[in-house]
């Protein structure tokens, strides 16, 4: 099988206090960082295991909080990076961990989704971590959340990156209407597939790949088809990817979220990014016009 699997373990501690994120500057435990550790290497070690029965993974790591702050992440991307059945494995992150580990992975393998988060971090350090991912030969897309307040934030980020790294916006969708017509126009020309994420997609009844080759993996091992939907469909240890692969349609309203909706096969979103859906890379670069 070829599958997709999103881990989120117990972290829910980050260093950064969005006002839009309810795990802004939280600290976890000793206890719960202990046990995300383990979450994570006892994951790591099933993954080494799946070549042995014929599988081909692809792995996204999106924890409640940053990961890279903790060496366990940094560890399971180098590992998992080298794994001759591992086709792909990416981290969401904002990149404020050092960047010492990046000569330890394989960048054939390795990508990053990169969020700014404007007035977390200043414009430069950001640009000089996106940089040193850039020069390292890793993949990695960038983004940020499309508030307005950090429109300027995002122009500038655009015209200081390189225009062979593409820039994402997520759609801000916590308040209806909230953009103006030239509120997407402007967007638009910063991201010019940002009207993808911009809408809200029917999905209920609806064929998608979660829960038939793509699975959202909690720390002991807990599988949901989808992030959103609380469902569990088995136990990744104990069910093992043939337990757990079945046709599944949606049992939700709607799909409004990157890594859910990118598994619609009737969106076919594939074809505009290629091997680099997972971490949000297209096929080809666009051009930006702002």
């Known amino acids: ?25 939280t600290r976890d435990s000793a206890a719960t960082l202990a046990k995300d550790r383990e979450g994570v290497e006892a994951f790591v070690r099933w993954a080494s295991e799946q070549g042995k029965a014929g599988h081909r993974l692809s792995v996204f790591f999106n924890p409640y909080g940053e990961g890279l702050i903790h060496r366990w992440y940094k560890e399971a991307l180098i ?39 404007p007035g977390q971090v200043r414009e430069e350090q950001f640009l000089a971590q996106c940089l040193a991912v850039h020069r390292q030969g890793i993949p990695l897309s960038v983004g940020s959340v499309g508030i307005r307040s950090a429109f300027p934030a995002i122009a500038s980020l655009r015209a200081a990156l390189p225009q062979d790294i593409y820039l994402w916006v997520n759609a801000y969708k916590d308040k209806p209407d909230y953009y103006t017509p030239e509120d997407l126009a402007f967007l638009g020309s910063i991201d010019p597939h940002f009207s993808i994420n911009a809408a809200d997609y029917d999905s209920l009844g609806k064929s998608c790949n979660a829960g038939k080759n793509v699975f959202y993996v909690q720390g002991a091992g807990t599988v949901k088809r989808c992030y959103k939907d609380r469902g569990v469909i088995g136990n990744l240890y104990r069910d093992g990817l043939e337990g757990l692969s079945a046709e599944r349609s949606c049992r939700m309203k709607v799909c409004d979220c990157y890594i859910g909706y990118i598994h619609m096969p009737g969106l076919r979103l594939e074809q505009l990014y290629g091997s680099g859906l997972l971490e949000r890379i297209p096929y080809r670069i666009p051009e930006v016009t702002g």
């Open 79 to 117: 590992t998992l990076s080298h794994m001759p059945h591992v086709d792909k494995v990416a981290i969401q992150t904002n990149l404020s961990a050092s960047l010492a580990f990046l000569p330890e992975l394989n960048p054939s393998t390795a990508a990053f989704w990169a969020t700014y988060h």
């Open 1 to 25: 099988m070829n599958a997709v699997l999103y881990y989120r373990g117990s972290l829910t501690s980050c260093n950064y206090d969005c006002p839009y994120c309810p795990f802004g500057k």
